[in-house]
């Protein structure tokens, strides 16, 4: 990366590639976090299954959206209005990631003291605008301001993770509905082994 580059732009260089990892890394809290909220409304000693399940699909945002499904079927309207809230903060922070992680890094201005960016690749013909302008690309300031927000959403996260796994209500609901399917599924397996004596 450093070569054809003042000793100025090498640095500005480095620096925006340490911020791209920073940031990378940082998501990582959000996915992991979104993964232990799906996983709240599963009991704690069986959830072998229910994290294979929501590993197996695909995408971030297919993963949100089960999420969303349980959240909305079983919590509070207080709950589902906060994780919506949290839902469109995970909006806003997951564009600049997929820029970081799908985007090309360019340099701007003029040498010695160019400047580094990262953002939408203009040839990406899904979200063609065709301009590769410095304005549609983020600086190593911009990314670790925007890690820093990867951050704080990732507490705000963890902490309605944490109220839900507290809330009583929602719990004491989630066990009865398992027992009652625990207590269908053992009729219904009476009934098999009856009826095969028939």
Known sequence: MTEGLSETEAV???DLLCAIGNAITCWQGIEYTVCEIYLSFFPKMLRDVPVTAFHAIRTFDARL???DALIKRFCNESDITQWGTLRKEIGKRAKVRNAVAHGMSSI???????????????????????SGHQNDYYSAKELQECSEGIIALTAKLDAFRASLEENSVLQSKLFLQQTD????????????????KT
Do not use: C, M
């Not at 701007?108 to 065709?130: A, M, V």
């Not at 399917?181 to 095969?196: D, F, P």
């Open 65 to 67: 959206t089960v999420t």
């Open 108 to 130: 701007f201005g003029t040498k010695p003291n160019r400047k580094w960016g990262i953002g939408t690749s203009p040839y990406d013909l899904n979200n063609f605008q065709g």
């Open 12 to 14: 500005a260089g480095n």
């Open 181 to 196: 399917a625990e207590k269908n599924n053992r009729i219904a397996r009476v009934i098999a082994h009856t009826s095969k």
